[in-house]
């Protein structure tokens, strides 16, 4: 079963920027589309972006777009998350997981997704 191991959070101020990593464990992620996720205390899961298998489709929800990029790099069997412009309300645990596509008109679904990863916490506070 793939395994998915998150990494690349922290604290950050306001205006900062993170970059997440979500690498596989034991499989490779050529043949699966991957999507991030976050979930804040109290609220519910949100998926964030998610990407194609072959990096040629991409999605991004809304409270996101032109702040994050999604990219990955099958080379080094790992997607990224690179985040610009953080905000407070960015804060949140940060998890990475696997479908079998990126649905690009729709909003990303954590439903559609498996083999999710433990999570990387990010804090955006001054």
């Known amino acids: 079963q793939l395994q998915l191991v998150e990494s690349g959070g922290g604290l950050v101020q306001p205006g900062g920027s993170l970059r997440l990593s979500c690498a596989a464990s034991?499989?490779?992620?050529?043949?699966?589309?991957i999507g991030w996720f976050r979930q804040a205390p109290g609220k519910e899961r949100e998926g964030v972006s998610c990407?194609?298998?072959?990096?040629?489709?991409?999605n991004y929800a809304d409270s996101v777009k032109g702040r994050f990029t999604i990219s990955r790099d099958n080379a080094k069997n790992t997607v990224f998350l690179q985040m610009n412009s953080l905000k407070p309300e960015d804060t949140a645990v940060y998890s990475c997981?696997?479908?079998?596509?990126?649905?690009?008109?729709?909003?990303?679904?954590?439903?559609?997704?498996?083999?999710w990863g433990q999570g990387t916490q990010v804090t955006v506070s001054s």
């Open positions: 997981a696997a479908s079998a596509l990126c649905r690009t008109y729709t909003y990303i679904s954590p439903h559609e997704y498996d083999s």
């Open positions: 034991g499989f490779t992620l050529d043949y699966y589309a």
């Open positions: 990407i194609s298998a072959s990096g040629g489709s991409t």
